[in-house]
């Protein structure tokens, strides 16, 4: 049976080597089209010009010159109408562009990989695609239609006279080569200005997230210092791009300018060597103008041709990218049977030579059992959790759940079934009840106050002024850290997942938050759950069957906690071993406390 999911038109990926579907390639034929009339109407007033000189004047006919006027008048007016209506099917040839490209391209930045570079190509995503929407709706999307019309011009031109013609022929040639050197000058200039803009714009989302302890800690200053010497940075070289592309833009209008002047300089020379007559040479003059156009509009707009082109290359290269996310077949709902074997988990960044963070892990975990992972920090503990609910893919060995690997699982089936506290909580801007439900608009209230309940929060939750519906920010307030830490566990166990992942889930808690959470680790174990559990503390493995020390990437030993806890208690510390928090510390892991508690 395949998921539901899948067959949900806000599924559909792309063609890799295409971002253009046949309807919207249509469209831009459709643009073509329209551009021809458009095109071949920007001759009327030319043409009109060399009727006034040449047979109006000559003739003194009021007659003529009225017809002629009419018929301009109404050229003008479907010239009018039909640039109108290909701007406005460039805009909406945007608008689908992106209403089609948005979710299904986010997604996949989103499941793409790993590490800080996905997570900026996750962040670059929708500004890419809307770079593309912006450019199909700006005139210099309509000067590319109008490219293929510059031979045309200068052929009508040379019509007039040959010389005009190899006049206009070389003005185009010079304004061109312009626009290469402009093209390849100014390229390092704007890319560079650009990722120092996207830098200064993180730093600052950094700040106001974390503005209360910046303020609290006495780094409010030196950290608005810092963004502002990012943003000085960004401002020199936006200034140096635009500086660069002002001075090419400027050129390359006075240089058109010239040229317009130019012709008109040679057609009137051409005039008084009875060569020409008075209305070719205006309309040569116009009709260069006129040819000249988009190469001006090209120069002028290259800054944002050039940021359209990387995010054309950036989408097809995500698009093209292995799909981690593709539709799988939804399995039955397993049992708690949680399977690693020799897993290794290289970083995601730095040099591929790195030593691994995993090293051969191996372990099991059964229906109702509890396995508590203990090591320093630094030892993989987190990156071992993020491996076990998929947020990491491993580089070597396998990870299976109820006999299948997680890959196996759709990702809305495994999201389902494993239930995970992170160490850092974040929540959704959003209400109580919508953040423990996992944004689930179908999610039954009383699902939701079940998983509450499980987590020992419905009371808390029913003493605020808004209950369940009380808004949250992302960083959970107004809720104190503990009751951030409770509600993340209610979160996590909504759905009674088969697999519960906590991270140290009491870091934050007090003495009722410690009591909710062994009831909650109890009571998953009692509906046949498999619980891991990292912690510091003790308190938190007070309900595991199993401990499990990781030393740099390895399992170091395992054994059942009073013998665990008897063996670590009794382990010299040294700055060699590098786990300062396993033994010998009160603060961080009192063993020597744990054993009593234990007994008691």
């Known amino acids: ?329 939804e399995l039955p709902h397993p049992t708690a049977e949680l399977s690693v074997r020799g897993l290794v988990v290289h970083r995601r960044e730095g040099a591929s030579a790195a030593p691994p963070v995993l090293r051969g892990v191996s372990l099991a975990l059964h229906p109702g059992e509890a396995l508590g992972i203990i090591g320093a920090s630094g030892a993989g503990k987190s990156t071992l959790v993020e491996a076990l609910v998929g947020g990491l893919s491993a580089d070597a060995g396998e990870i299976r759940l109820g006999g299948a690997r997680l890959a196996h699982y759709a990702p809305a089936q495994l999201g389902r079934l494993i239930g995970y506290l992170p160490q850092r909580v974040v929540f959704f801007p959003g209400r109580l009840r919508d953040n423990i439900a996992r944004l689930d608009p179908d999610a039954p209230d009383a699902a939701v106050i079940a998983a509450a309940k499980a987590a020992g929060v419905h009371e808390v939750i029913l003493s605020l002024p808004e209950g369940y519906d009380t808004w949250i920010e992302a960083d959970g307030r107004p809720l104190s850290g503990g009751q951030v830490q409770r509600v993340a566990l209610a979160r996590a166990l909504f759905g009674d997942p088969v697999l519960l992942v906590l991270d140290e889930p009491n870091a934050h808690l007090d003495g009722a938050g410690a009591a909710a959470l062994d009831a909650a680790i109890r009571a998953a174990k009692a509906r046949e759950a498999a619980v891991l559990i990292t912690a510091h503390r003790p308190a938190a493995l007070a309900n595991c069957d199993q401990i499990l020390l990781l030393d740099a990437g390895r399992i170091a030993s395992a054994g059942p906690p009073d013998a665990m806890l008897r063996k670590l208690a009794q382990t010299p510390t040294t700055p060699e071993r590098g786990s300062p928090d396993l033994a010998g510390s009160a603060i961080i892991f009192p063993w020597a406390s744990s054993s009593a508690e234990s007994q008691s």
């Open 1 to 329: 049976m395949m998921s539901p999911a899948a067959d949900r038109p806000d599924r559909a990926r792309p063609d890799p080597r295409d971002l253009l579907t046949p309807k919207a390639q249509s469209v831009i034929w459709g643009i073509g089209a329209i551009s021809v009339f458009t095109n071949l109407l920007m001759l009327t007033g030319p043409l009109f010009m060399l009727q006034i000189y040449d047979r109006v004047l000559a003739s003194r006919s009021e007659a003529t010159l009225v017809v002629l006027l009419g018929l301009v008048a109404f050229l003008y007016l479907m010239l009018g109408l039909l640039d109108h209506a290909r701007a406005r099917i460039g805009a909406r040839l945007g608008a689908d562009l992106q209403q089609r490209l948005d979710l299904a391209v986010f997604r996949r930045a989103l499941t793409a990989g790993n590490g800080r570079a996905a997570r900026r190509g996750a962040a670059q995503a929708p500004q890419d695609v809307a770079l593309l929407q912006q450019l199909a709706g700006s005139p210099v999307f309509m000067a590319l239609f109008d490219f293929p019309w510059v031979p045309l011009f200068l052929i009508v031109i040379a019509l007039l006279h040959p010389l005009l013609g190899l006049f206009a022929l070389g003005a185009t040639l010079v304004l061109a080569m312009l626009s290469l050197v402009n093209m390849r000058l100014n390229r390092a200039r704007i890319a560079e200005g650009a990722r120092a803009a996207a830098s200064s714009e993180q730093t600052a989302r950094q700040l106001v997230a974390q503005s209360p302890a910046l303020g609290t800690l006495g780094m409010l200053e030196p950290a608005l210092a810092g963004w502002a010497r990012q943003r000085l940075e960004a401002l020199h070289l936006a200034i140096a791009a635009n500086d660069g592309t002002g001075r090419f833009g400027a050129s390359a209008k006075a240089l058109r300018l010239f040229l317009q002047s130019a012709i008109l300089g040679l057609g009137a020379w051409l005039v008084l060597s009875a060569g020409l007559s008075p209305g070719a040479m205006i309309a040569a003059s116009i009709i260069l103008g006129r040819a000249l156009a988009p190469l001006d509009q090209v120069i002028g707009a290259w800054p944002q041709v050039q940021a359209a082109r990387a995010a054309m290359s950036r989408l097809q290269g995500l698009l093209a990218a292995p799909d981690n996310d593709h539709a799988r077949t």
